[in-house]
């Protein structure tokens, strides 16, 4: 668990909590009883109940407690404190806001506790990178060469490289996914690559490469050519399938830009031609972002106006059943005019039951929870706009201790 994360809070309300004394004996009133009552909780507790204590504490909180004393930092460094903490119920995912596009610092957001961390991510170098997460790991993809590839864990940072995938090197489009087995601790990487045609301008090469952790080998299961549509940067594994958005290339309704595909990673089949699995979306889309939530398929969208379905009107939440979209929410408008100016793309990712939706033009971040219906603005991030072109973006991810890649 080493690195340059700093967990001091960066909320600009934060409040040091009260010291809560431990008092053993409190129904006793004898002065040896009273003498007793003071003795550090630290020289009481067994080994095995400190670490069960522990592991229901935030992050943070936990790493904050590895500096208490010698034991404590042997304790939540131990393997059997890893797998007490795996126990526990998942805490609430992360958000990780970039504050610079040359570097790839930020702060991460905990939604629990309402504060922000400062972490420094290992192996990614730009914020511009390819990024997707799963179950406490988070795969990250160069985009220039699209051929350096790592999986890390943000909180502890440990860090593997992947072998170079095949295919071509240079894609005009690419979308990363990862999905980790919770039972096996192994993932799998998927690529969709798409390349326009050479002097074609309606037909793309369409390739899919995955790389399974436990082979630590790619394969490359299916190459097609598609017509009138291109992949994109969307992708997400659920449920053993791999959904990802695809791009009308000019021509035909200007509101039916986007379409959704999927590929069963299970059995290695697609039931035929890809565009076979053609799901349109709910509505005409400025933008969509795929997420995986409990294993159902969540997609943000940007709602275009009737007349012009380029400029954004809203923002809508959808799950997919089957092979039908069921609207869960649309975000109020008090928010949707909370973040001022708003692209017709922007920023969303989301795992469990939160989503979380950021405006590429400012450091604002909003909240959706799934389970609750309920919107909320997040603490505010301890970063400001510097000059008028400077971007922010970020991406959500499960923080855990005891997987790693």
């Not at 021509?251 to 990673?265: E, K, Q, S, V």
Request: include cysteine; hydrophobic fraction near 35%.
């Amino acid at each position: 668990m080493e690195g340059e994360t700093s967990w001091v809070s960066h909320s600009s309300d934060y409040v040091a909590p009260d010291m809560v004394e431990f008092d053993l004996f409190s129904e006793l009133n004898d002065e040896d009883n009273r003498e007793a009552s003071s003795v550090p909780m630290d020289l009481i507790l067994p080994d095995d109940l400190l670490e069960r204590i522990l592991a229901y504490l935030p992050i943070a909180s936990i790493f904050r407690a590895s500096c208490v004393s010698k034991r404590w930092n042997e304790i939540v460094k131990s393997t059997r404190f890893s797998w007490n903490f795996s126990q526990v119920l998942s805490q609430k995912p992360w958000y990780f806001m970039f504050t610079s596009s040359e570097e790839p610092v930020g702060y991460a957001y905990d939604p629990s506790l309402r504060k922000w961390y400062g972490i420094e991510l290992p192996c990614i170098q730009t914020s511009n990178w390819f990024i997707a997460s799963s179950c406490g790991l988070v795969c990250v993809m160069d985009n220039d060469s699209r051929s350096e590839l790592y999986v890390c864990n943000p909180i502890t940072k440990c860090c593997k490289n992947l072998l170079e995938p095949p295919g071509v090197k240079f894609s005009d489009y690419s979308a990363l996914a990862i999905c980790v087995n919770k039972k096996t601790s192994c993932y799998s990487v998927a690529i969709v690559k798409s390349k326009q045609v050479p002097g074609n301008f309606v037909q793309w090469d369409l390739s899919i490469h995955i790389y399974d952790s436990g082979t630590m080998m790619w394969f490359t299961p299916l190459t097609e050519v598609l017509t009138g549509w291109r992949g994109g940067d969307e992708s997400v594994i659920c449920d053993g399938v791999l959904y990802f958005l695809i791009y009308a290339t000019g021509g035909g309704d200007p509101g039916n830009r986007h379409g959704l595909i999927t590929y069963n990673l299970s059995s290695r089949s697609s039931n035929g031609s890809l565009i076979r699995t053609f799901i349109p979306v709910p509505c005409s889309l400025t933008c969509g972002r795929l997420m995986n939530l409990k294993e159902k398929l969540v997609m943000v969208g940007g709602i275009g106006k009737p007349d012009r379905p380029d400029i954004i009107k809203g923002i809508g939440v959808w799950v997919l059943n089957g092979e039908e979209w069921q609207e869960i929410s649309r975000m109020p408008h008090k928010y949707f005019q909370g973040f001022g100016e708003f692209d017709d793309v922007f920023a969303s990712s989301g795992t469990d039951d939160l989503i979380y939706i950021q405006s590429y033009g400012a450091p604002t971040l909003l909240v959706f929870d799934v389970n609750q219906k309920q919107w909320r603005w997040s603490q505010k991030c301890p970063v400001t706009k510097r000059f008028p072109l400077q971007l922010f973006t970020g991406f959500c991810f499960e923080p855990r201790l005891e997987v790693s890649p």
